[in-house]
């Protein structure tokens, strides 16, 4: 007996999901059905070709995804209408292949729930007590991740928040709790182009891509630089450290004066994530990227740099 599938099991937006994948293989399966009996039709002549005509047409609505070699044999007549059938019979496969393949990526991207821990391998003057471990929760196309400081990032909207706990900072206009929100534009992303390669290699047990980097800076010089991403989980599209990438990153490089960081999927955690976690903290205020920077001139002008540098963590 056959086990039924509960739907309580799954989310509404997951089984609207599952349906809109339906729809599309129906369409496409339908779609290359009537094309098939176009090229048919155009290619019968005799009696024999309109008797495999309704032959596969009898077949395809029985849904049977498949077609009898040693019926098309018996149907031949001439080698210019066998060609015709081979290239009937592979547009078909091609179409079914197309929509099973698609149906597989869609179902996966963008759908994952979990966590994804990173390893980091330091180079050059090491800050002491950096750490060497870094995670991102993944809920969908949201993400939630500490490196400087929490981050919250949703592709859906292309929204970005960024939370800054000043309530132990006991300055007039500072003391707080507060975040910045960006949202990513396409115009954001004129300086940043990225070229995705046919290499690949497989990191914590997932294929990934190599992609080709450039970034143009304000002078006009360009930085280049190779990573690996993974486009079949996560968000489809990377908020964090390369916007606009159509992937996750796997393995990436991040270079300040004095070292270098590089950032390698070590393992990846399904579930024990909730939409919870993605959600804006209570008790934070909105400022702008100004304000901030007003907010850290005062702190250093009441405390000073302490002999710390920008590429502290």
């Not at 176009?38 to 609505?61: G, P, Q, T, V």
């Not at 046919?198 to 997932?206: F, H, Q, S, V, W």
């Not at 990377?238 to 916007?243: A, V």
Request: aromatic share 12%; glycine share 6%.
């Amino acid at each position: 007996m056959h086990n039924k599938i509960k739907c309580n099991q799954y989310s509404a937006d997951e089984i609207n999901t599952l349906k809109r994948v339906v729809i599309s293989i129906v369409i496409a399966i339908h779609t290359c059905y009537f094309y098939c009996l176009k090229l048919l039709i155009k290619e019968c002549k005799d009696r024999e070709n309109i008797h495999f005509l309704f032959a596969f047409s009898a077949h395809f609505k029985k849904n049977e995804v498949s077609l009898s070699f040693k019926q098309i044999n018996n149907y031949r007549t001439h080698k210019n209408k066998d060609t015709q059938m081979k290239k009937v019979i592979t547009s078909f496969c091609l179409v079914l292949a197309l929509s099973v393949m698609t149906m597989t990526l869609f179902a996966q991207q963008g759908k994952f729930r979990g966590t994804v821990k990173y390893t980091m391998k330091w180079e050059g003057d090491v800050p002491q007590g950096a750490s060497t471990e870094f995670s991102i929760k993944v809920f969908d196309q949201q993400e939630s991740f500490t490196f400087s400081m929490p981050t919250l990032t949703n592709a859906e909207s292309r929204t970005a928040y960024a939370l800054i706990d000043f309530s132990q900072v006991p300055l007039e206009g500072v003391t707080g709790k507060w975040y910045i929100k960006s949202k990513i534009k396409d115009e954001d992303l004129k300086n940043v182009t990225y070229e995705v390669t046919n290499e690949t290699k497989t990191i914590a047990g997932k294929t990934c891509k190599k992609v080709n980097v450039t970034f143009k800076e304000d002078d006009g010089t360009e930085k280049k630089e190779s990573i690996w991403m993974c486009d079949a989980m996560g968000p489809k599209e990377d908020l964090n450290f390369y916007p606009g990438l159509k992937g996750m990153p796997f393995e990436f490089p991040i270079e300040a004066e004095k070292y270098k960081i590089t950032f390698t999927v070590s393992e990846i955690v399904e579930g024990k994530v909730s939409e919870a976690d993605m959600l804006l903290p209570t008790g934070y205020e909105e400022i702008t990227t100004d304000d901030f920077k007003e907010m850290m001139t005062e702190i250093q002008k009441a405390y000073g740099k302490g002999g710390g540098s920008d590429d502290d963590i």
